[in-house]
């Protein structure tokens, strides 16, 4: 397999209080491949976006990268300076919001915008630029892009800003992308309009993207892999139809086990009781342990370590055993 677009190697991050420091992630790994969709998912609090954000250098301090490795195309970017960090930013690696209102300045026109980004990171001039800001706009769906361009944010609905904001993301044609809940203030229908756009998007551009969101059906829709993630680690981690159809972690099985389908008729779905813990209180050893129906006396010590199991990666003692006896086969 060709070497990934992005390689996040055992990430940390951590948040320095007056009363403590706090660690939002811990750990943290895995590969998007060029033209692959990685879906993040878990509740509130896992880390999802704080991952995305360390990735494409946005955390602000007291947050700050403590630890493991994020690469690109081989290079490593963790460690940049921040005037370095910016070139590389919107050049090579973009980010779609989930709020288009705070993506777009609303004093400046839409094509103003796209020229500056354009003009920003590829050598172009005025009138290359908004040739080029016209295609993009064409790209994404904008109707009557030549006549849309000089309009104001506020003159778009809400899946046309959201449609403007990829735009953007795509004017220097980044390698990765990371798109935070990009559907999340958007109707039903305009949410299956530009999931779609941004899959096709990858898919002919050849980006990687990391897919953060709470929505498992956009997920089920968009991705090829999938990262569950749970306070901060990696919870499970692998191709998209075996974590939706046979998840493995305990905590994956809750989230599976919570979407209603229609093909199986159950008078309650599953519930995952108590919530995610706070940064302050995450408990010894396995983080899920005091929610888990399957808890035995190891994951209240150890914290498990992802292993390798039937193609995905999980991060639970349940499957210690397995491993040990598919090393055993093998010998």
Do not use: W
């Not at 811990?26 to 033209?35: E, P, T, Y």
């Not at 498992?216 to 990696?234: C, F, P, Q, S």
Request: glycine share 8%; hydrophobic share 40%.
């Amino acid at each position: 397999m060709s070497e990934p677009v992005i390689s996040v190697r055992n990430l940390q991050v951590e948040f320095v209080t007056r009363r403590a420091t706090l660690r939002a992630i811990d750990g943290v790994s895995f590969d998007i491949h060029k033209g692959e969709v990685l879906g993040v998912v878990g509740e509130s609090g896992a880390g999802k976006s704080v991952t995305g954000a360390a990735i494409i250098g946005l955390i602000e301090p007291p947050g700050r990268i403590s630890g493991g490795e994020i690469l690109l195309n081989g290079r490593r970017i963790d460690n940049l300076s921040p005037e370095e960090m910016r070139k590389v930013r919107g050049r090579k690696v973009a980010m779609i919001f989930q709020d288009p209102l705070t993506s777009l300045n609303p004093l400046f026109r839409v094509g103003e915008q796209l020229v500056e980004t354009i003009r920003t990171h590829l050598q172009m001039n005025e009138r290359q630029a908004r040739d080029r800001a016209v295609e993009l706009l064409t790209e994404v769906g904008i109707p009557a892009p030549e006549k849309r361009i000089d309009g104001y944010p506020h003159e778009f609905s809400g899946g046309m800003r959201q449609r403007v904001v990829i735009a953007l993301a795509l004017c220097a044609e980044p390698d990765f992308i990371v798109a935070d809940e990009p559907t999340t203030a958007l109707d039903v229908s305009v949410q299956a309009q530009i999931i779609s756009l941004i899959k096709k998007l990858g898919r002919e551009r050849g980006m990687a993207v990391m897919l953060v969101t709470h929505d498992m059906g956009v997920i089920a829709e968009t991705a090829d892999r999938v990262a569950v993630m749970y306070a901060g680690r990696l919870a499970e981690i692998g191709p998209v139809r075996d974590v939706v159809q046979r998840p493995m972690h305990p905590y994956a099985k809750g989230l599976m086990g919570a979407i209603p389908t229609l093909e199986a008729s159950t008078e309650r779905l599953v519930q995952i009781p108590g919530s995610m813990p706070r940064l302050s209180s995450i408990p010894r050893g396995c983080a899920f342990n005091p929610r888990c129906a399957d808890v035995f006396a190891r994951c209240h010590v150890d914290q498990p370590l992802p292993l390798s199991v039937q193609g995905r990666q999980v991060a639970c003692h349940l499957y210690e055993n397995e491993r040990l006896k598919t090393a055993e086969v093998a010998r």
